[in-house]
């Protein structure tokens, strides 16, 4: 990873692991957890009061995204469910929700501080069918088609490497699965140097696409059905939006991203020594979910 990119990525890490010290600290407070302060146009306001009324204090306060996806992404009984930086757990805790007993919520987040954070919202919430993950959205710890559903609020924008979350995501997916993300979007007309104008890379501004570049990258990596639908106004031609894409039913490249010593997900195929490949997943689901037996 070249430097600045490795910089920025840092800088991201610090802002958001303060904004979960501060929301953590803030909960031990008489009055409860204040919100991080951010503006109008991201936060937990922007979830209906009665998805607000029904979750940990921490986790409102902890809430920077710019959307709600798990209403975009229009989640069903049953489904695995992703959240590409899930921060303090928020959508996770509704898409667990919405996806019930039968389904699974995973939350990847790349910060130890909104890890635990998250953790701590998930057992005030009395959510079991949740897992969090450590790891980065450029890199996701799971196996290749195995997630209903994808979703991300206002993350995919701070990254340094949008063409490898697009791959990514596209990889874990299930033929047949789709992406439901809420996301900074720039109008075509602005330069990179006039989105950086508009505020810094990890105030969500800088580091965003433009609705052709999100196109071209999601149909590059290999979705279908690319809708980006602007909905408020963050900054001067600058929009929050929601993005839908979909995994073809039948993909005919391969798609195997897995450790160079791993069979189906797991390391030391067929002998005493076997594991999973993937720290969130043991080694009869990661086997079940490739769909093939031992290889020699």
């Known amino acids: 990873m070249p430097d600045q990119s490795r910089d920025l990525r840092e800088t991201v890490r610090r802002r958001y692991a303060a904004a979960a010290v501060k929301v953590t600290e803030g909960s031990t407070a008489c009055c409860g957890p204040e919100p991080v302060e ?27 995204g710019c959307g709600n996806p798990t209403a975009v992404a229009e989640l069903h009984e049953g489904e695995r469910v992703l959240d590409l930086g899930s921060g303090g757990g928020i ?20 910060t130890e501080e909104m890890l635990s954070l998250a953790l701590a919202n998930a057992a005030k919430a009395g959510a079991t069918n949740v897992e969090f993950l ?30 490898a979350v697009f791959t990514e995501t596209f990889r874990v997916l299930k033929p047949g699965g789709r992406i439901g993300v809420s996301d900074v979007v720039a109008d075509d ?72 010593d791993a069979c189906c997900g ?10 999973s490949a993937y720290p969130a997943v043991t080694v009869t689901d ?6 093939c037996g031992c290889q020699e």
């Not at 980065?136 to 924008?157: F, H, K, Q």
């Not at 007309?189 to 570049?213: H, K, M, N, W």
């Not at 990661?286 to 769909?291: V, Y």
Request: charged share 20%; hydrophobic share 40%; proline share 6%.
């Open 134 to 163: 450590k790891g980065t959205i450029e890199a996701i710890p799971l196996p290749a088609n195995t997630i209903d559903v994808v979703i991300s609020n206002c993350v995919i924008n701070l990254s340094t490497d949008k063409a």
């Open 38 to 64: 951010i503006d109008e146009n991201f936060g937990s306001a922007l979830y209906p009061a009665d998805e607000r009324g029904t979750l940990p204090a921490e986790a409102l306060a902890a809430s920077l």
């Open 189 to 260: 007309s602005l330069t990179p140097e006039q989105r950086a104008e508009r505020g810094d890379y990890v105030g969500c501004i800088a580091g965003a696409l433009s609705f052709s570049e999100y196109h071209e990258g999601l149909t590059a990596a290999g979705f279908t059905d690319v809708e980006i639908t602007p909905t408020h106004s963050v900054a001067d031609g600058m929009h929050s939006a929601i993005v839908r894409a979909s995994k073809p039913t039948e993909v005919s490249a391969p798609e195997a991203t897995t450790p160079t």
């Open 91 to 110: 959508d996770v805790l509704l898409s667990a929700r919405r996806v019930g007993r039968t389904g699974k919520a995973y939350g990847l987040d790349m």
């Open 266 to 275: 797991v390391n030391a195929c067929c002998t005493p020594a076997e594991s």
């Open 286 to 291: 990661a086997t079940a979910a490739s769909g």
